[in-house]
């Protein structure tokens, strides 16, 4: 059964950095387009960031350009989620996503598997 187990997440303050990461098993990893969502409170589930199986490609959600990096490590199976000039409305639940179907994971794909997710929180 696949499994995305995520980590790293806690409460800092803005203008801090924070990794996040996704422990993936069950799957072939690297043949999977991964990436990363989020919700906050009373929102709707948010594109953050996603990359090709590879990790030769990526793409960004517009809030978080220039700020966040995705990448992967397909030799540990890990899904990564580097976080810089954290703000206030970066607060959010952070789940890591995949999908076996697409050659990248976007904002409009189809999520195959969902992690349970990782709360972050910055305060201002």
């Known amino acids: 059964q696949v499994q995305l187990v995520e980590s790293g997440g806690g409460l800092v303050q803005a203008g801090d950095s924070l990794k996040l990461s996704c422990a993936a098993s069950g799957l072939t990893f690297s043949s999977a387009a991964m990436g990363w969502f989020r919700q906050a409170p009373g929102k709707e589930r948010e594109f953050v960031a996603g990359t090709s199986a590879s990790g030769s490609r990526t793409q960004y959600g517009d809030s978080v350009k220039g700020r966040f990096t995705i990448f992967r490590d397909n030799a540990k199976n890990t899904l990564y989620l580097q976080m810089t000039s954290l703000k206030f409305e970066d607060t959010a639940v952070y789940y890591c996503?995949?999908?076996?179907?697409?050659?990248?994971?976007?904002?409009?794909?189809?999520?195959?598997?969902w992690g349970q997710g990782t709360q972050v929180t910055v305060s201002s």
């Open positions: 996503a995949a999908t076996m179907r697409f050659f990248i994971l976007g904002a409009g794909t189809k999520v195959d598997y």
